[in-house]
């Protein structure tokens, strides 16, 4: 009777112990313990990303370059592909198609100190805004095929801007593009171009 009384008093003092402890009894408490004190803060999430044009602008690898005029007709419209709030300068546009440019033109495409557009580029960048242009071939002479692996096309370059806010931007712009073209091992590069700006309206 006594070793029974003396067996209740240790279970109940063991119970009474593991009760009362600061830290939790058996194995499962422990590691909740131990999780609690070593688990991270939760990390603020990074800014998304923007893409350049939202995604809409021209993508040079799609291009049949056996064309000579998707070739030229992607070439001017990616020339004139800006967004505001990705690219520093104008000249931004230009270096997103160096894929369709000979070795030599895409070496040419470098960026500037400063924007030299950077008035008309105020109110669009305010509403990191992106450009949308669109052609039509210039009226004249100046297109023409120079020879079998040579050719020059002009185009009448419009476009609006859209903002990411909603925001509606009235100013439009206006640019005559002269795109210089040769073909190589089947396909047409751009070796040279040369733009020309027509106003700007508000």
């Given at each position: 009777m006594a070793d029974m009384t003396r067996h209740r008093l240790i279970t109940a003092l063991a119970l009474a112990l593991c009760l009362l402890s600061l830290t939790a009894c058996g194995p499962e408490g422990a590691q909740q313990t131990s999780e609690q004190t070593t688990a991270p803060a939760t990390a603020t999430p990074s800014p998304t990303k923007l893409t350049p044009g939202q995604g809409s602008f021209p993508d040079p690898t799609t291009v049949e370059r056996a064309d000579v005029e998707a070739t030229a007709e992607t070439a001017a419209l990616m020339l004139h592909s800006w967004d505001t709030a990705t690219d520093?300068?104008?000249?931004?546009?230009?270096?997103?198609?160096?894929?369709?440019?000979?070795?030599?033109?895409?070496?040419?495409?470098?960026?500037?100190?400063?924007?030299?557009?950077?008035?008309?580029?105020?109110?669009?960048?305010?509403?990191?805004?992106?450009?949308?242009?669109?052609?039509?071939?210039?009226?004249?002479?100046?297109?023409?095929?120079?020879?079998?692996?040579?050719?020059?096309?002009?185009?009448?370059?419009?476009?609006?801007?859209?903002?990411?806010?909603?925001?509606?931007?009235?100013?439009?712009?206006?640019?005559?593009?002269?795109?210089?073209?040769?073909?190589?091992?089947?396909?047409?590069?751009?070796?040279?171009?040369?733009?020309?700006?027509?106003?700007?309206?508000?």
């Open positions: 520093r300068t104008q000249t931004a546009a230009a270096i997103r198609t160096k894929p369709l440019m000979s070795e030599d033109w895409a070496a040419n495409q470098v960026e500037p100190e400063r924007n030299g557009n950077q008035a008309a580029w105020l109110e669009p960048a305010e509403h990191q805004a992106y450009s949308a242009p669109g052609l039509v071939p210039a009226v004249g002479d100046v297109s023409r095929d120079v020879a079998t692996d040579r050719a020059i096309r002009a185009y009448d370059l419009t476009w609006q801007w859209i903002s990411r806010d909603g925001h509606e931007i009235e100013a439009t712009g206006q640019r005559q593009v002269v795109i210089y073209l040769e073909k190589h091992n089947g396909h047409w590069d751009v070796v040279g171009h040369q733009t020309h700006d027509m106003g700007t309206s508000k």
